[in-house]
Nanobody, 123 residues
Framework: QLQLVESGGGLVQPGGSLRLSCAGS????????IGWFRQAPGKEREGVSC????????NYADSVKGRFTISRDNARNTVYLQMNSLKPEDTAVYYC????????????????WGQGTQVTVSS
């Protein structure tokens, strides 16, 4: 069974950093695009970043460009989201997802999701 498990969330002060991990099992991650999304209470799920199966192509939401970096280690079946210069508006549950035909920032394009990890940015 294909599974994704996020980790690395927590409480951080504005301007701080966190690195989220998305660990896959039940599939060979080399063959799949992976996306990161976030959802704050009362808001729509927002695409944050995605990375192609090879790692050669990445996309970012305008709100995180220059601050967040997505990467992957296919040997470890893991995708990372390095988040720097965090802002209170980055507070959300962060999800990773896969099974999309393209590297997309649209949640509806993804068929499989992790359970999410909470990121809270507050002083």
């Amino acid at each position: 069974q294909l599974q994704l498990v996020e980790s690395g969330g927590g409480l951080v002060q504005p301007g701080g950093s966190l690195r989220l991990s998305c660990a896959g099992s039940g599939f060979i991650m080399d063959y799949y695009e992976i996306g990161w999304f976030r959802q704050a209470p009362g808001k729509e799920r927002e695409g944050v970043s995605c990375i192609s199966s090879s790692g050669g192509s990445t996309n970012y939401a305008d709100s995180v460009k220059g601050r967040f970096t997505i990467s992957r280690d296919n040997a470890r079946n893991t995708v990372y989201l390095q988040m720097n210069s965090l802002k209170p508006e980055d507070t959300a549950v962060y999800y990773c997802a896969t099974q999309t035909p393209i590297c997309s920032l649209e949640a509806g394009d993804y068929a499989s999701w992790g359970q999410g990890t909470q990121v809270t940015v507050s002083s």
